[in-house]
């Protein structure tokens, strides 16, 4: 796992008040077939982001890399991008494909229980989907899943 690195960065929407979002990362994710190491950042703070901050680490050799952003006066509200070989950050949602790797096509996954995002291969998510969709619906009514 690389260092972690936090940096207090000021958005365009809190310039004129205190308030920061803060930024932890970069970490690995191995979720990509455990082939390929990707970046990714995990930040939070009190205002929506337009954009995402500078971010400690990130360099134009982080594609795929993933930022998670989610806000404090929200329970559940996250902004997530990711950066693209055009090296742009683009807005994505958990279980949205994309072209990752040169070509390759990986799907988005949020682990439930560390927040860490990870691309998977299209058949590994829906397997993912498969067993948790299993654990929700109760035993008698899986036969119409």
Not at 48 to 73: F, K, R
Not at 117 to 131: A, N, Q
Request: glycine share 6%.
């Amino acid at each position: 796992m690389l260092s972690e690195r936090v940096c207090r960065c000021l958005t365009e929407s809190s310039a004129a008040s205190p308030d920061s979002v803060v930024v932890h990362g970069p970490f690995e994710s191995l979720a990509v077939g455990k082939t390929r190491k990707v970046p990714y950042w995990l930040s939070r703070g009190p205002v929506h982001l337009d954009y995402p901050p500078p971010l400690p680490g990130h360099s134009v050799n982080a594609t795929g890399g993933v930022l998670v952003h989610t806000l404090e006066s929200a329970a559940v509200h996250r902004q997530i991008w990711w950066y693209s070989e055009d090296q742009r950050w683009s807005p994505i949602e958990p279980g949205e494909a994309r072209n990752v790797f040169f070509g390759d096509v990986y799907v988005l996954r949020i682990h439930e229980s560390t927040g860490a995002p990870g691309w998977l291969k299209p058949e590994t998510y829906r397997k993912i989907m498969l067993k948790k969709a299993k654990r929700v619906i109760p035993a008698a009514d899986r036969q119409y899943v």
